[in-house]
């Protein structure tokens, strides 16, 4: 699979024939005073778009995850299986998106600003400076 950042916070994912199902979970934290609020803010914040086949479905919130009362954080998750064939569009317009396959493995990172993640699964990012960071 490849991985590259096509504009502010926003991944293309792009399937590539022969490899297997993977289960894209992408984490967005964000703040608000209640719990209601904070999903709100994160289905705002965070659109995943599945593309496959010229047609396009729309992918919900999975599930909540690991809300902080303390600091009225939602660390909220998106998860979508994702054909050999499929692309999908994450994007954010708030708070850093990182990429999980299937078994938990780190897959990717992106922060504001331009990036792309080198090789399947690997884990390994080439931000715009050129310095790489490993999953």
Known sequence: MNFSLISDQS??????????TCDVRA???????TLAEA???????????????GE???VEVSRPDD???KKHQLSIRYAVMLPSSAN????STHGDIEIINMTGHFI?????GECFC???????MQDKTGSFAGG
């Open 11 to 20: 991944i293309t994912i792009v399937g590539v024939e022969g490899y297997e």
């Open 27 to 33: 984490f967005l934290w964000v703040s608000a005073p």
């Open 39 to 53: 999903c709100t803010l994160a289905k705002e914040q965070l659109q995943l778009e599945l593309v496959q086949d």
């Open 56 to 58: 396009n479905y729309s």
């Open 67 to 69: 809300w902080d009362n």
């Open 88 to 91: 999908i569009n994450i994007v």
């Open 108 to 112: 990717a990172k992106a922060p504001k």
């Open 118 to 124: 080198m090789g399947c699964g690997s884990g390994i």
